[in-house]
């Protein structure tokens, strides 16, 4: 009964290949989001969707690609993988009711760029 | 436009001692303001947060938090330290509804015997 859960839980890769994560929510909620953590454990949002529709699209890379087939699935693409792509992605859901609706997270993806 | 400020990266504290992890905000809007505690190799767990009902906030784990808005401060207290506490705290605010959270860098608490 998990209620947010992502895969791979871990993605060890080369340069310059394209890789996915997923990212699935079962609890009802109408917004997801992709947060990136970098090695100093700093997180920042990337983008956020709600009710399928992109909301929230920071400056990211355009190798970065989400996609986001039903309200309950968050799903990012990365191309081109680089070095500096190695971190912790998180993806998150939240119910929008107001701005202190609470986002609930995943386990995390932990990528590794050889 | 909104931040926080975790003062203080790294916190150690002895079991049953008091823990006390710092958080100042700077937003343009009444903010919301949330902590969130990561383990080892784990997601984010929401502790507490501050929606503008009581300034005192009482979450999970024995911890709380105290909104001062004259100090721009959320920081977040627990009487006293359990081994378990041992983890990575961070603050967050929110502005409007519709955006992301805006996260701290981050404490590391470490709890010792």
């Known amino acids: 009964d998990t209620a947010v859960s992502q895969t791979p839980k871990y993605l060890v890769t080369q340069m310059g290949n394209d890789k996915s994560i997923k990212c699935e929510q079962n609890l009802g909620h109408d917004t997801m989001y992709w947060y990136k953590q970098d090695s100093k454990k700093f997180l920042k949002i990337m983008f956020s969707?709600?009710?399928?529709?992109?909301?929230i699209n920071e400056t990211v890379p355009n190798r970065f690609s989400p996609k986001s087939p039903d309200k309950a699935h968050l799903n990012l693409h990365i191309n081109s993988l680089e070095l500096g792509d190695s971190a912790v992605y998180f993806c998150?859901?939240?119910?929008?009711?107001?701005?202190?609706?609470?986002?609930?997270f995943g386990p995390g993806t932990r990528l590794l760029v050889l | 436009a909104q931040s926080v400020t975790q003062l203080g990266s790294h916190v150690s504290v002895s079991e049953g001692a008091l823990v006390l992890l710092r958080c100042n905000y700077s937003?343009?809007?009444?903010?919301?303001l949330f902590w969130y505690v990561q383990y080892p190799n784990q997601g984010l767990q929401l502790l507490l947060k501050?929606?503008?009902?009581?300034?005192l906030v009482k979450g999970i784990n024995g911890f709380e938090a105290e909104f001062k808005k004259s100090e721009t401060s959320f920081h977040l207290t627990k009487p006293s330290a359990h081994m378990s506490d041992a983890a990575e705290y961070f603050c967050?605010?929110?502005?409007?509804?519709?955006?992301?959270?805006?996260f701290g860098k981050g404490t590391t608490l470490s709890v010792s015997s």
């Open positions: 937003s343009s809007v009444p903010p919301y």
């Open positions: 998150a859901s939240s119910q929008q009711r107001g701005v202190q609706e609470t986002q609930y």
């Open positions: 967050a605010v929110k502005g409007q509804a519709g955006t992301a959270l805006i």
């Open positions: 501050y929606t503008s009902a009581a300034t």
């Open positions: 969707y709600n009710n399928k529709e992109l909301i």
